[in-house]
C-alpha cells in the first residue's frame, strides 16, 4: 500500500476536474508579406474527470493535446471557458494555493530537471516556498515522497544525471505529488522511456491515482498506453474534441471515422493488414487553414456534402459523445 501522508483520499464519484468550453488561441506574428494571424489551438473542449478516475487524451501531433494540458494547468494562456477543481472554478491567474490544485508531469524528465541541484534541494524548495512542511518536518516529507515513487530516501542527495530515464520521470513525478495536488496531468510521460521502462511508468501512475484519489489526465499518442491505464478516452483532432467515451466502449466500437482510423493504424500480431490500408490517409492541415464544415473532412473516407460546409453538433449515443454527421443516423 502505498503511504498517503499529507495528500488525502478523496472518495470515487466526487467531483474531480470539470473543463467546459475551453478555447486557446495563439497570435502568429506577421511575417514578410504577411499579416498577423490567430491559430485556435483548442476549440471547445469539455471534459469532467471524477477523482480517482483516468482520462486518456489522444490524437496526432499537433492536434492541440499539450495546448490542453497546459491550459488546465495554468502554464498556458486561457481565451475563453473554464477550469474547475474539486467544485471551484480556477481563475486564469492563479495563486499558489489554486496551482497546487493541478500538476503536471513533463515529456522529458531530464531537461524538465535542473542538473546543477540535487533532488533534495529541488522537493525541499517546493515545499518550503509553499508553506507545505517546515523544520524538520520538510526533510522526512522530502524522503516520503521519493519512497512514494519507489525510490530510496538515500536518492535525496544525488543529481539528476545519477538516475536512468525511468527514475528521472519518477523524480518528476514525486516533485508533482508534492504540492499535493487533486489533478495530475501526465503530457506524454513516458513516449521518452523504452518499453519496459514505459510498463513500469505507467503501472506507477495508475497505482498513484486509485490509492491518492487523484484526478489523471493521461495525454499520449500511444493507444496500447491509453487503453492500459484510462477509464474514458477524448479524441482530439485540430483543436476540437471529435468523441469522447469510456475506454473499451471507444476502443470496440469507435463512432468517429477519425477514432476508427487511429485504431486501425496500430499494429496488431493476430490482424494482417495489406501496406497502405490503413483508412488514415495524408497529413492533417494547417492549423492556420482549418477546413470548413468538419475539419476532418478532407481525410474522411466517408465524407458528404454537408461534412464540406457544416460543423458537426456533438450527440451522445449509448455513452459516447460524437460529432459526426453520419450520427445519430448511423454510418
Not at 492536434?63 to 475563453?80: D, H, M, N, V, W
Not at 472554478?89 to 493541478?102: F, I, N, Q
Amino acid at each position: 500500500m502505498l503511504q498517503t501522508t499529507g495528500l488525502g483520499v478523496k472518495g470515487a464519484g466526487v467531483t474531480g476536474l470539470e473543463v467546459r468550453g475551453l478555447h486557446v488561441r495563439y497570435r502568429v506574428p506577421a511575417g514578410l508579406g504577411r499579416k498577423p494571424s490567430y491559430v485556435d489551438a483548442v476549440n471547445g473542449a469539455d471534459l469532467s474527470v471524477a477523482a480517482g478516475s483516468s482520462l486518456g487524451v489522444v490524437g496526432e501531433s499537433g492536434c492541440g493535446k499539450s495546448s490542453l494540458a497546459r491550459a488546465i494547468c495554468g502554464i498556458g494562456p486561457i481565451t475563453s471557458g473554464s477550469v474547475s477543481v474539486g467544485g471551484v472554478e480556477l481563475t486564469r491567474r492563479r495563486d499558489r494555493a489554486a496551482a497546487r490544485r493541478v500538476q503536471m508531469v513533463f515529456q522529458d524528465p531530464t531537461s524538465s530537471l535542473n542538473p546543477r541541484r540535487t533532488i533534495g534541494s529541488m522537493l525541499r524548495e517546493l515545499l518550503t516556498v509553499h508553506g507545505l512542511r517546515t523544520g524538520a518536518a520538510v526533510d522526512r516529507r522530502a524522503a516520503e515522497l521519493l519512497e512514494l515513487v519507489g525510490l530510496p530516501a538515500s536518492a535525496l542527495g544525488d543529481r539528476p544525471h545519477a538516475f536512468s530515464g525511468g527514475q528521472r520521470q519518477r523524480i518528476g513525478i514525486a516533485r508533482a505529488l508534492a504540492l499535493e495536488p487533486e489533478v495530475l496531468m501526465a503530457d506524454e510521460a513516458v513516449s521518452a522511456l523504452d518499453v519496459s521502462t514505459q510498463a513500469v511508468v505507467v503501472d506507477l501512475l495508475h497505482t498513484l491515482r486509485a490509492e491518492l484519489g487523484l484526478s489523471l489526465v493521461f495525454i499520449s499518442h500511444d493507444l496500447g498506453v491509453v487503453r492500459a491505464v484510462c477509464d474514458s478516452v477524448a479524441v482530439m483532432y485540430l483543436g476540437t474534441i471529435v468523441e469522447q467515451g469510456p475506454t473499451e466502449m471507444l476502443f470496440e466500437s469507435p463512432r468517429h471515422p477519425y477514432t476508427r482510423a487511429l485504431l486501425d493504424a496500430v499494429p496488431r500480431i493476430d490482424v494482417v493488414r495489406p501496406p497502405g490500408s490503413a483508412r488514415l490517409s495524408g497529413e492533417p492541415p494547417s492549423p492556420l487553414d482549418v477546413p470548413t464544415g468538419c475539419p476532418f473532412h478532407p481525410r474522411c473516407p466517408v465524407a458528404v456534402a454537408r461534412c464540406r460546409t457544416e460543423q458537426p453538433v456533438p450527440v451522445e449515443i449509448d455513452g459516447q459523445t460524437v460529432s459526426c454527421h453520419l450520427w445519430p443516423h448511423g454510418s
